[in-house]
């Protein structure tokens, strides 16, 4: 059984060697020769190194990641091979993805290497210390917060999916999701004349904040006039050394109560946190870059959340759906600081649908997807055998039962949502959570109020129900940009990395699931007559189908939340869907909307 360090060296390596594959070189299919017997490869031809890495596939996917095994290097110049290590081999193609690039930018272009390396051997790191805790933590699968907790590899379409930069190892104990630490919040009291704040609910945001405190809420000195603000500890000690903050704190406006309240814990997006006997979690800002970006509560994804979840109560989307729901963040608080677009206290109120015994049985389809610890059996995999072993189907026959009812709460709501009102939803595996308390599917849950897209198409329908979504920026857009990131975040991220799953643990065939989905989408589209049609026949007819670009995003230190578009944040590759073993499905005639 490979150590702790062995396992994160390994995943290290497999999500960075993924995204080259998809975004750098795809590389040849070649057979290894070894003395125990031939292996399959992907070999890679590095001219500017004059050399070549080949990596062993242990286990193939046609729409998700490749596993890898051993790792061999030779140079142009000789013809023998030799077995190198994870990490070394990852440095080389870093190192040719850069000597690729533009020579005339070579002292730009080193520093952005660099930066890339630091965030490959942090995120290397944090991975060994998560799985080596992992391993000797009891886990309670059923339970919402223990999967939010249990993805200490991180997204396998990631080059350094668990990089936190401005995290302490100390910090880390407290406050990583995957070592399970508890805090409780800090709390500020401004003037309401300073507060700004909004909410979809009966309560306003403040009185939501006051009642989480309870009993213990009775202590603080609170004055007349005066509104609550929690933070995260991290984003308050960050915001106690800002000098405009700190003006505000000595001229009284501004005070800083302390810690109060319940105990939290993080989940799975480090800065949105949970207790199990609240009706409300709490997502904030934080001083961290995690992945891709400083994680920043902006003042548009504010007032999205209360928009939105004004529109879904005024469309009457709750009745509508009865096996996928939306987790809303219908309310938030901010300290309002004149120049500044944010001041730092910005923080979402989200509702809680998982609060004492609703918890059991919710997972993200990420923590259904990941990578198991070392020796360990995926859970996705336990979920399934257990199943068969009650039912007379058996593996593969009860895969796809799990798979057509995954499809049926997790796909067509969604899906259907996008054909009836023209909204499309950010669902990726992390933002999209499953009830299988039952062992199979019956509810699907969506988070995220970063991830509303909007259709131009009926932007007078929605407007008519909430005026105010015409004056949040980047919530409307064109049909054609949504059907891109709709297809990468729900059928790229999400449903394709259900299929690689089972794939790799030989549930069930890949080219039999792929053609299941198939069917399910034709029928949606027969179904269907307004953008999401158009969305199917999009996903189905391609060629290509849209990717995220994580590792473009990391080669040239791109913040993608505050990215203009220099570098794109998507670009295209082969659509599963169109290979071979996809296409048995049987097809209907429907062209692809202009």
Same mark, same amino acid.
């Given at each position: 059984?490979?150590?702790?360090?062995?396992?994160?060296?390994?995943?290290?390596?497999?999500?960075?060697? =993924?995204?080259?594959?998809?975004?750098? =070189?795809?590389?040849?299919?070649?057979?290894?020769?070894?003395?125990?017997?031939?292996?399959?490869?992907?070999?890679?031809?590095?001219?500017?190194?004059? +050399?070549?890495?080949? !990596?062993?596939?242990?286990?193939?996917?046609?729409?998700?990641?490749?596993?890898?095994?051993?790792?061999?290097?030779?140079?142009?110049?000789?013809?023998?091979?030799?077995?190198?290590?994870?990490?070394?081999?990852?440095? &080389?193609? &870093?190192?040719?993805?850069?000597?690729?690039?533009?020579?005339?930018?070579?002292?730009?272009?080193?520093?952005?290497?660099?930066?890339?390396?630091?965030?490959?051997?942090?995120?290397? /790191?944090?991975?060994?210390?998560?799985?080596?805790?992992?391993?000797?933590?009891?886990?309670?699968?059923?339970?919402? #917060?223990? !999967?939010?907790?249990?993805?200490?590899?991180?997204?396998?379409?990631?080059?350094?999916?668990?990089?936190?930069?401005?995290?302490?190892?100390?910090?880390?104990?407290?406050?990583?999701?995957?070592?399970?630490?508890?805090?409780?919040?800090? *709390?500020?009291?401004?003037?309401?004349?300073?507060?700004?704040? %909004?909410?979809?609910?009966?309560?306003?945001?403040?009185?939501?904040?006051?009642?989480?405190?309870?009993?213990?809420?009775?202590?603080?000195?609170?004055?007349?006039?005066?509104?609550?603000?929690? +933070?995260?500890?991290? /984003?308050?000690?960050?915001?106690?050394?800002?000098?405009?903050?700190?003006?505000?704190?000595?001229?009284?406006?501004?005070?800083? #109560?302390?810690?109060?309240?319940?105990?939290?814990? %993080?989940?799975?997006?480090?800065?949105?946190?949970?207790?199990?006997?609240?009706?409300? +979690?709490?997502?904030?800002?934080?001083?961290?870059?995690?992945?891709?970006?400083?994680?920043?509560?902006?003042?548009?994804?504010?007032?999205?959340?209360?928009?939105?979840?004004?529109?879904?109560?005024?469309?009457?989307?709750?009745?509508?759906?009865?096996?996928?729901?939306?987790?809303?963040?219908?309310?938030? #608080?901010?300290?309002d600081m004149p120049g500044r677009e944010e001041s730092g206290f910005e923080v979402i109120l989200r509702e809680n649908p998982f609060k004492g015994d609703r918890a059991r049985g919710i997972v993200t389809v990420a923590?259904?997807?990941?990578?198991?610890?070392?020796?360990?059996?995926?859970?996705?995999?336990?979920?399934?055998?257990?199943?068969?072993?009650?039912?007379?189907?058996?593996?593969?026959?009860?895969?796809?039962?799990?798979?057509?009812?995954?499809?049926?709460?997790?796909?067509?709501?969604?899906?259907?949502?996008?054909?009836?009102?023209?909204? !499309?939803?950010?669902?990726?595996?992390?933002?999209?959570?499953?009830?299988?308390? %039952?062992?199979?599917?019956?509810?699907s849950y969506y988070r995220d109020n970063q991830g509303f897209y909007l259709s131009e198409r009926h932007r007078g329908l929605l407007a008519g129900h909430v005026p105010e979504t015409e004056t949040i920026a980047s919530? *409307?857009?064109?049909?054609?940009? #949504?059907?891109?990131?709709? !297809?990468? *975040?729900? &059928?790229?991220?999400?449903?394709?990395?259900?299929?690689?799953?089972?794939?790799?643990?030989?549930?069930?065939?890949?080219?039999?699931?792929?053609?299941?989905?198939?069917?399910?989408? $034709? $029928?949606?589209?027969?179904?269907?007559?307004?953008?999401?049609?158009?969305?199917?026949?999009?996903?189905?007819?391609?060629?290509?189908?849209?990717?995220?670009?994580?590792?473009?995003?990391?080669?040239?230190?791109?913040?993608?939340? /505050?990215?203009?578009?220099?570098?794109?944040?998507?670009?295209?590759?082969? =659509?599963?869907?169109?290979?071979?073993?996809?296409?048995?499905?049987?097809?209907?005639?429907?062209?692809?909307?202009?």
């Amino acid at each position: 059984m490979q150590s702790s360090r062995q396992a994160a060296e390994t995943a290290t390596f497999q999500s960075f060697a =993924n995204c080259y594959l998809r975004e750098v =070189n795809p590389g040849t299919p070649v057979v290894h020769r070894t003395a125990a017997g031939p292996a399959d490869c992907t070999e890679w031809s590095l001219p500017r190194q004059q +050399m070549f890495l080949r !990596a062993e596939i242990v286990s193939a996917s046609v729409c998700g990641p490749q596993h890898f095994g051993r790792l061999w290097t030779r140079t142009v110049a000789d013809a023998s091979w030799r077995q190198v290590e994870p990490l070394a081999a990852l440095h &080389i193609l &870093i190192h040719e993805a850069y000597r690729q690039m533009d020579d005339s930018r070579s002292d730009a272009l080193r520093t952005f290497e660099l930066e890339l390396l630091a965030r490959v051997l942090d995120s290397y /790191q944090q991975m060994t210390l998560y799985i080596e805790r992992a391993k000797k933590r009891p886990h309670d699968e059923g339970h919402f #917060i223990d !999967a939010e907790q249990s993805l200490v590899f991180g997204h396998w379409q990631h080059p350094t999916p668990k990089s936190r930069q401005g995290m302490t190892f100390w910090q880390q104990e407290r406050y990583a999701p995957e070592l399970s630490g508890r805090f409780r919040l800090q *709390y500020f009291a401004a003037g309401a004349d300073l507060v700004r704040q %909004a909410s979809a609910r009966a309560m306003r945001a403040d009185e939501i904040v006051r009642s989480q405190l309870g009993a213990s809420g009775d202590d603080l000195e609170i004055r007349a006039g005066e509104c609550l603000i929690p +933070m995260h500890p991290l /984003q308050a000690e960050a915001l106690l050394l800002d000098p405009d903050i700190q003006a505000l704190l000595q001229d009284g406006s501004l005070r800083h #109560i302390g810690p109060a309240g319940q105990w939290f814990t %993080a989940t799975s997006s480090v800065r949105t946190v949970y207790n199990a006997q609240s009706d409300w +979690m709490l997502k904030f800002s934080l001083p961290v870059r995690i992945t891709n970006s400083v994680r920043v509560n902006r003042r548009p994804e504010l007032e999205a959340g209360v928009a939105m979840a004004r529109l879904m109560q005024r469309i009457g989307f709750a009745e509508r759906s009865e096996n996928f729901r939306i987790i809303h963040d219908p309310a938030y #608080i901010t300290l309002d600081m004149p120049g500044r677009e944010e001041s730092g206290f910005e923080v979402i109120l989200r509702e809680n649908p998982f609060k004492g015994d609703r918890a059991r049985g919710i997972v993200t389809v990420a923590a259904l997807t990941a990578d198991p610890l070392p020796g360990d059996i995926p859970l996705l995999e336990r979920i399934v055998r257990k199943l068969a072993e009650r039912g007379g189907d058996g593996v593969s026959g009860t895969a796809i039962t799990w798979f057509r009812r995954y499809l049926d709460c997790a796909v067509a709501p969604l899906v259907r949502l996008y054909d009836d009102v023209g909204v !499309a939803l950010e669902a990726h595996q992390q933002n999209s959570l499953l009830d299988i308390g %039952a062992g199979y599917p019956t509810v699907s849950y969506y988070r995220d109020n970063q991830g509303f897209y909007l259709s131009e198409r009926h932007r007078g329908l929605l407007a008519g129900h909430v005026p105010e979504t015409e004056t949040i920026a980047s919530l *409307y857009f064109a049909d054609a940009e #949504i059907r891109d990131r709709f !297809a990468y *975040y729900l &059928i790229v991220n999400q449903v394709f990395s259900v299929i690689s799953r089972m794939g790799h643990d030989g549930l069930c065939d890949e080219g039999m699931l792929l053609c299941i989905l198939r069917t399910h989408l $034709e $029928e949606y589209a027969q179904a269907m007559s307004g953008p999401g049609r158009d969305f199917v026949r999009h996903v189905l007819d391609l060629p290509t189908i849209t990717s995220k670009a994580n590792l473009t995003t990391r080669l040239f230190d791109v913040d993608e939340l /505050q990215s203009s578009g220099a570098h794109s944040l998507y670009r295209p590759f082969p =659509n599963p869907l169109r290979v071979p073993i996809a296409l048995t499905a049987p097809r209907a005639d429907h062209a692809i909307a202009s």
